[in-house]
């Protein structure tokens, strides 16, 4: 069983920057693909960023492509998301997932385990 913490989130006025971290306990962290989603009021929890298991694969959603990076450091068992540029249509509760047995995942439901979330306010 992974327990999945994330932190990070808060407040931020548009063009600034936030970096979520997210901690991992209770399993190999190192053979689990990583991701980030996000899901904002009243729509759906939709995929932004995914990392393969040694980190050489990354994927984002186009919505987030050049602005957000995800990274991990398996010998601290997190996985980061540093956004940077941030609009008020990122506002939204972000969570981390992991997901066994995968090169990367980009689908909600590739995804084993998952955080609690860190809500993220961008105003404009």
């Known amino acids: 069983q992974v327990q999945l913490v994330e932190s990070g989130g808060g407040l931020v006025q548009a063009g600034g920057s936030l970096r979520l971290s997210c901690a991992a306990s209770?399993?190999?962290?190192?053979?689990?693909?990583m991701g980030w989603f996000r899901q904002a009021p009243g729509k759906e929890r939709e995929f932004a960023a995914t990392?393969?298991?040694?980190?050489?694969?990354?994927y984002y959603a186009d919505s987030v492509k050049g602005r957000f990076t995800i990274s991990r450091d398996n010998a601290k068992n997190t996985v980061y998301l540093q956004m940077n540029s941030l609009k008020p249509e990122d506002t939204a509760v972000y969570y981390c997932?992991?997901?066994?047995?995968?090169?990367?995942?980009?689908?909600?439901?590739?995804?084993?385990?998952w955080g609690q979330g860190t809500q993220v306010t961008v105003s404009s």
């Open positions: 997932a992991a997901a066994g047995g995968l090169l990367v995942a980009r689908k909600k439901n590739e995804y084993d385990y």
């Open positions: 990392i393969s298991r040694r980190g050489e694969y990354t």
């Open positions: 209770g399993g190999a962290f190192s053979s689990y693909a």
